[in-house]
């Protein structure tokens, strides 16, 4: 497995035409933009290339933007953006499931009130009891500031005992806020299934996530696009198997693991060993998303 740790995007990112990037870890910490993430995306973007920002959000891509502004980054610093909570949406609209074909389809979410749109103007109703629903649509923890995936075991239990199927708007294990280590939508799914429950998620790192980023941004071979990620589980897995060079920043969730200062680089031996443990490498490592 062969990586190469480097200090930015400037000494390589002329090879490719097009960049998709990870928004939570890489672009920003969930409280502002990472020292220099803005400017090496107005670099990226220099002569016309593409940046879409695909991003494991169980909210559509409307209110993310709108969270994306209010922390410093503007709409004009990318050219697309695409959420897990899209694709969630327009599975729902679609109606690709038969549990989701009766005109009465009944949900419980299980999320926080900031996770929206993904059913907005669907003929489905919101129920507050679990007894109530014919599926689960999960966005994550209702507070995860402060809950962990075992608060919800015995609400998973009962969910399991009914076999209500769940559509999962984020497999993320866990997110950097800041300081602070979260758990997401994908942890809860995780003990669902253990628990025999049936899931499915949506977004990175499976491949209609990427399929979809490269309908919106034209038509570029897997090869000519970079993939940036702060996380060996969705980013470089999703875009390796697409065939897609990518960077690892390792100033995001690894960066605990690693016992890493902010902006500061990992070991060689570091890397190769959190490598091994998946079964393929990064092409590129950086600290941050820096030019």
């Given at each position: 497995?062969?990586?190469?740790?480097?200090?930015?995007?400037?000494?390589?990112?002329?090879?490719?035409d097009a960049f998709i990037l990870d928004l939570w870890g890489v672009v920003h910490d969930g409280t502002k933009p990472y020292p220099g993430a803005l400017d090496c995306m107005a670099k990226l973007r220099e002569g016309g290339?593409?940046?879409?920002?695909?991003?494991?959000?169980?909210?559509?891509?409307?209110?993310?933007?709108?969270?994306?502004?209010?922390?410093?980054?503007?709409?004009?610093?990318y050219d697309h953006i695409l959420t897990s909570g899209d694709m969630t949406r327009h599975v729902l609209k679609e109606k690709r499931h038969d549990f989701l074909k009766a005109s009465d389809r009944k949900f419980y979410q299980?999320?926080?009130?900031?996770?929206?749109?993904?059913?907005?103007?669907?003929?489905?109703?919101?129920v507050q009891d679990l007894k109530d629903a014919h599926f689960i649509i999960c966005t994550g923890l209702a507070n995860d500031?402060?809950?962990?995936?075992?608060?919800?075991?015995?609400?998973l239990?009962?969910?399991?005992?009914?076999?209500?199927?769940m559509l999962c708007a984020n497999p993320d294990?866990?997110?950097?806020?800041?300081?602070?280590l979260l758990y997401c939508a994908g942890a809860l799914a995780a003990v669902y299934e253990e628990l025999g429950g049936s899931v499915e998620l949506f977004g990175k790192p499976y491949p209609w996530a990427y399929k979809l980023?490269?309908?919106k941004l034209g038509n570029y071979e897997p090869s000519r696009i970079l993939a940036v990620g702060d996380s060996m589980r969705t980013d470089i897995k999703g875009a390796t198997g697409m065939g897609m060079d990518n960077v690892l920043v390792s100033g995001g969730i690894h960066a605990d693991e690693w016992g890493l200062a902010a902006g500061e680089i990992p070991?060689?031996?570091?890397?190769?060993a959190l490598s091994e443990l998946h079964g393929f490498s990064p092409t590129f490592v950086v600290g941050h998303m820096t030019w």
């Open positions: 497995m062969s990586f190469e740790i480097v200090p930015g995007l400037a000494s390589y990112a002329e090879n490719y290339r593409p940046l879409l920002l695909l991003s494991n959000a169980p909210r559509t891509s409307d209110f993310v933007t709108e969270f994306l502004e209010s922390i410093g980054v503007p709409a004009s610093s299980i999320g926080a009130e900031k996770d929206r749109g993904v059913d907005d103007g669907l003929d489905y109703q919101r500031d402060e809950e962990t995936p075992e608060e919800y075991r015995e609400l239990v009962d969910a399991a005992a009914k076999k209500l199927p294990l866990t997110v950097m806020k800041g300081p602070n980023a490269m309908e070991k060689v031996e570091q890397v190769a």
